[in-house]
């Protein structure tokens, strides 16, 4: 079966720039979580989606990062205005139901670079 | 909120030698989850443990969930330039955490030929 699938694979942009990136988890997956992994940490949580609702969005800096899953199939995650702190790996996983016992995939993920 | 210490913070081993990595958090363990990864790449699945104790084993590599220390390690046997990366422990918080991980730092292996 196809994995979870993100672009770009890599995105170099100046601070202040915007930045999108995209992801496409495994077909009936009803659970889509955004990471974000900063150099010489673990992956941490900004926002899970069921479906098309958001489940948590505790660790979202809402004053710049936004993210959507419409139709409760693929995603988009902005960054707005980016600052030099956001230069990180961002992972897409997805799993089948959300609730829990059941592992995640994860994507190869977009490295970001601000400048 | 939950946290995962792992350790030890990196592994330089010998081709051909045993190694262990622990995780260990500081709540109780709903479900481990180990995970591998290539330096800048995406996660890849290894094992789940779940709550009760366990042990589960896939080629060289073997799991333990000890609840009572609130601890999970990882042995790998007779070690292969194939295993290096960044392992990864990821936990479930239980109640409403509704599937999502929270990871350790990761634990990066060597292995030299």
């Known amino acids: 079966e196809a994995g979870v699938a993100q672009s770009p694979r890599y995105k170099i942009i100046e601070k202040r720039q915007s930045v999108a990136f995209w992801c496409n988890p495994i077909?009936?997956?009803?659970?889509l979580y955004w990471y974000q992994q900063i150099l010489g940490q673990g992956p941490k949580l900004l926002i899970q989606f069921q479906n098309n609702g958001v489940v948590d969005d505790s660790q979202l800096p809402k004053d710049r990062f936004s993210a959507e899953r419409l139709k409760g199939v693929d995603s988009t995650l902005k960054i707005q205005p980016a600052k030099l702190e956001d230069s990180a790996v961002y992972l897409c996983a997805s799993s089948f139901t959300g609730v829990g016992n059941e592992k995640l995939f994860f994507g190869s993920g977009t490295q970001l670079s601000v400048l | 909120s939950q946290e995962l210490e792992q350790s030890p913070q990196s592994l330089i081993v010998q081709e051909g030698k045993n190694l262990t990595i622990n995780c260990t958090s500081s709540k109780t363990l709903y479900g481990l989850y180990w995970y591998k990864q290539k330096y800048g790449e995406g996660l890849i699945f290894l094992m789940m443990?779940?709550?009760?104790?366990e042990e589960k084993s896939h080629e060289k590599i073997t799991a333990k969930l000890d609840e009572k220390k609130q601890q999970s390690s990882l042995h790998i046997t007779a070690s292969q330039p194939s295993h290096a990366g960044i392992y990864l422990c990821g936990a479930e918080s239980g109640g409403t955490s509704y599937g999502k991980l929270t990871f350790g730092q990761g634990t990066i292996l060597t292995v030299h030929p």
């Open positions: 443990l779940q709550k009760g104790g």
């Open positions: 077909s009936g997956h009803a659970t």
